[in-house]
């Protein structure tokens, strides 16, 4: 019995506590910016890294305060822990391959405000952006371009930037596998297939740095649009829809307290977009409303939730 007052005495020995007893988290900085703390260093508090626009705070753009006065950790998306976070560059994937053409300037990645012009050799003609802009949140502006000689049962595939093709041709059955390069993640189909009608299967696809925070608006757009309108007549994708028929479609947002205002606030105005885009689309009166569902798990806490709170003030 006598040791374990000794381990109790060492436990404490270790630990940050504020004027009250209360545990309290080690003072917090990021290489190349600043932050702001939601409650300062006691348990709760949500620290938000700061960074000077043309950067983005890495690996994450916030930390939360525990209850055993440590910040929630920092991963590298392949090596171990980071101690200190850092306000990296926001980039643009650079492109790998354009067949049937040529493009400058060639770079693995490309800081922002960077220009990539395209040009189609003798033959071909060039469909989509021959100029393409690196925008602030790290994409490229207009669509990816591709040289077509209007031989093919379908048009040429375009490669996008940070992406490697493999296999070739845009005859009826042909099939084209994207692979982005390291560090990049893909978004959209990895694979693709000419078919009858002349489409290609399933979705543009397109590579996105990891380390970069995108816009996410555009992003929700780019996956939900396809998915619910394909150009492509995939019947395994299509919603055939008779006259007075309705379609429910639901939007599961997260308030729990781990989504910081901001984060939720993001998600919560794509969601506005999205429906006001839909309605557009489709050019018809849709009623939608918010509702609120029961937790699937209740468990206990005496926390804020803060996406829980500004759900509530809309």
């Known amino acids: ?11 404490i020995a270790t630990q940050s506590l504020g004027h009250d007893g209360t545990p309290s988290c080690p003072r917090a900085s990021i290489q190349g910016g600043d932050i702001s703390l939601s409650n300062g260093y006691y348990p709760g508090s949500i620290l938000t890294f700061v960074c000077p626009a043309g950067t983005y705070p890495y690996p994450t753009p916030s930390r939360v305060c ?14 171990k822990a980071l101690k200190k976070g850092t306000c990296d ?9 354009f067949e049937n053409g040529f493009f400058i ?106 380390r970069n925070v995108y816009e996410l608006t555009p992003l929700l757009w780019e996956i939900t649009v396809p998915f619910f309108f394909p150009s492509a007549p995939s019947l395994g994708r299509r919603l055939i829809l008779t006259k007075d028929s309705f379609l429910y479609v639901y939007f599961l ?44 798990v209740n468990i206990p806490s005496t926390r804020d939730q803060t996406g829980k709170k500004i759900l509530q003030e809309t």
């Open 105 to 210: 300037p060639r770079r693995t990645f490309h800081p922002i405000g960077d220009i990539l012009s395209f040009q189609c050799s003798d033959g071909y003609q060039l469909l989509g952006s021959s100029q393409r802009y690196c925008q602030p949140n790290g994409q490229w502006n207009g669509t990816s371009p591709v040289c077509d000689d209007g031989v093919g049962h379908c048009l040429t595939l375009a490669v996008p930037p940070g992406a490697i093709a493999t296999g070739k041709g845009n005859r009826l059955g042909d099939q084209i596998s994207f692979k982005c390069q390291t560090n990049l993640e893909l978004i959209g189909s990895s694979q693709r297939v000419c078919m009858l009608d002349g489409e290609w299967s399933d979705t543009q696809p397109s590579c996105r740095d990891q």
């Open 1 to 11: 019995h006598g040791l374990i007052p000794f381990f109790c005495l060492a436990a």
């Open 253 to 296: 947002l997260d308030a729990s307290h781990s989504v910081t205002e901001p984060n939720f606030s993001i998600f919560k105005d794509a969601v506005s977009q999205i429906i006001i885009r839909v309605i557009n689309y489709i050019g018809l009166l849709i009623d939608w409303s918010i509702c609120r569902l029961p937790p699937l």
């Open 66 to 79: 525990q209850p055993d006065g440590k910040w929630t950790p920092m991963h590298h998306p392949i090596t």
């Open 89 to 97: 560059h926001i980039r643009c994937p650079g492109q790998i391959s």
